[in-house]
C-alpha cells in the first residue's frame, strides 16, 4: 500500500491547480490520472477570460494561446443579431491540451507526483472518513483526498454528497475550416430548433476556421451540430467531433466530508450561463489545496476543518453562482417567440450599445455585476418587464439582491 499525505483524483485544471497550492506549502502530493496523457482527450470549447487566467495564476502565453477574442455576437432563433464589440482582448482562444500539460508541468515544479494510466474505483473507507483510493489492484492512503474527477461525479456520488444531478448536458464540439467568420468574435445561437437548454457556439481560431459546438437538454448533440454547420456554413459532411457534458445545474449541496474535499466539474462549480467551468472551479480548487495542506499540516483532516474550504467558496463565489443559476433556468423557460420579440425590442429601443457598455465594464467570470447592473437600468428593466413579465424575473432579482 502506498502513502501520501494529499491524493487528487484527476489531473484537469481544477486537479493541478488543486495540487500545486497544496504542494507549494509543503505538503506531499500525488495526482492520479486516469488517461495516460494529460489533458487529452480534449473536449473543452476553450474560451477563458483574460482576468480569468490572471485568478488562477497562469501567464497568457503563445504556448497555449490560438487566438484572442474582443467581443461577440448572439443570434435570437429568428436570427436577429445582437452585437458587442470591445475595444480590447476579452478572451482567450485556448488549446486546452497544451493548457493542461503546462499545468501539469507547474505542478511538478512545485513538487507534484503525477501517476498517469491510473484509474481510480473506489474510495478507502474507514468508519465514516475517505482516506485515500483504490484501483487497478493497488491502494493509495491519504490523510486528505482531493476528488477533481470530473463532471461525472462517481466518486462523489458513491458516498451521496450528490442526488439526482440536473443541467448535465451532453456537448459535442469540432473544429471546421474554410469558413468565413468574423476574425475576433465569438457567435453565440439560441433556439429550441438548434440547443434546446443550452446554446450553439462559434469560436474564430484565425484565418478561415472556427471552433463550433453545442450542447443540448434533449436529442441528440452530434445530430444536431450537423444541422447547424449547415444552417450556418452550408457544411455538408460534418469534421471529427470531441463529446464531453457542461454542466447549467450549480454546485453540489456539500463539497466536504472526513478527509474529502470536492472540486471543479465534480462539485458543479460552473457558470451555468456558459457552462464553463476553468476559472471558478480553479479558484475554488486553489483553495481546497491551501485548506488541504493546511489540514495535514494540523494533523486534523476532520470534515468540521475542512468545511472552511467549503464555507470560503459559498461567502466568495456563492452568490456568483447562484445569480448565474437563475439566468440560466430565466433562459430555459423562454420559448422561441419570446425570445424573438425580446430581441427586436433590443434592436428597435436601442438597447444594444446600452448592454454593450455594460458588457464591456462586466466580468466575464462574475457575471452578477453585470446582471445587477443591467436591471438597474430603468430601460432595460421596463423592456424586460414588459416582454418577460414581473414573475419571470423576481427568482433572478431575488438572488441579486441577496448579500
Known amino acids: 500500500m502506498s502513502k501520501t499525505e494529499v491524493l487528487v483524483i484527476g489531473a484537469g485544471p481544477a486537479g493541478l491547480l488543486a495540487a500545486r497550492e497544496a504542494a507549494l506549502r509543503g505538503v506531499d502530493v500525488l495526482v492520479l490520472e486516469e488517461h495516460r496523457e494529460v489533458g487529452v482527450p480534449n473536449h473543452c470549447a476553450g474560451l477563458l477570460s483574460v482576468e480569468g487566467l490572471k485568478r488562477i495564476g497562469v501567464r497568457p502565453s503563445s504556448i497555449f494561446i490560438q487566438h484572442e477574442i474582443r467581443g461577440g455576437k448572439v443570434y435570437s432563433p429568428d436570427g436577429t443579431e445582437i452585437r458587442v464589440t470591445c475595444g480590447r482582448t476579452r478572451a482567450y482562444v485556448v488549446d486546452r491540451t497544451r493548457l493542461d500539460k503546462m499545468l501539469s508541468r507547474e505542478a511538478v515544479e512545485a513538487g ?16 465514516s472518513a475517505v482516506v485515500g483510493a483504490r484501483g487497478q489492484g493497488r491502494e493509495i492512503e491519504a490523510q486528505v483526498t482531493i476528488d477533481a474527477e470530473g463532471a461525472t461525479a462517481t466518486l462523489a456520488r458513491s458516498l451521496g454528497l450528490i442526488g439526482k444531478r440536473y443541467g448535465v448536458l451532453p456537448g459535442v464540439n469540432c473544429e471546421v475550416s474554410g469558413v468565413e467568420v468574423e476574425p475576433h468574435m465569438v457567435e453565440v445561437w439560441l433556439g429550441r430548433e438548434i440547443a434546446p437548454g443550452f446554446f450553439a457556439w462559434v469560436i474564430p481560431l484565425g484565418g478561415d476556421m472556427a471552433r463550433c459546438g453545442l450542447a443540448c437538454d434533449y436529442g441528440e448533440p452530434t445530430g444536431r451540430l450537423r444541422d447547424f454547420l449547415e444552417r450556418r456554413f452550408c457544411l455538408k459532411d460534418l469534421p471529427p467531433t470531441r463529446r464531453g457534458f457542461v454542466l447549467t445545474g450549480g454546485p453540489i449541496p456539500r463539497t466536504y466530508g472526513d ?6 466539474d465534480a462539485a458543479g462549480q460552473t457558470k451555468a450561463t456558459t457552462g464553463g467551468g476553468v476559472i471558478l472551479g480553479g479558484l475554488c480548487a486553489m483553495k ?6 493546511e489540514a495535514v499540516e494540523r494533523g486534523d483532516p476532520s470534515a468540521r476543518f475542512l468545511r472552511r474550504y467549503e464555507d470560503w467558496w459559498r461567502r466568495e463565489l456563492g452568490g456568483e453562482f447562484s445569480s448565474m443559476s437563475s439566468a440560466r433556468r430565466l433562459l430555459n423557460r423562454l420559448s422561441d417567440e419570446t425570445l424573438n420579440r425580446l430581441f427586436a425590442a433590443f434592436k428597435r429601443e436601442g438597447l ?13 467570470d462574475l ?3 453585470f446582471l445587477t447592473k443591467a436591471l438597474r437600468r430603468p430601460q432595460v428593466l421596463r423592456t424586460l418587464i414588459r416582454i418577460l413579465g414581473r414573475m419571470a424575473l423576481s427568482e433572478l432579482w431575488r438572488n441579486l439582491t441577496f448579500k
Open 367 to 369: 457575471q452578477k455585476g
Open 112 to 127: 507534484v507526483e503525477i501517476f498517469k494510466g491510473f484509474r481510480v474505483e473506489s474510495l478507502l473507507i474507514k468508519g
Open 288 to 293: 481546497a489545496g491551501e485548506v488541504a495542506a
Open 259 to 264: 478527509g474529502l474535499l470536492v472540486v471543479g
Open 352 to 364: 444594444e450599445s446600452v448592454i454593450g457598455g455594460l458588457v464591456e465594464e462586466g466580468d466575464m
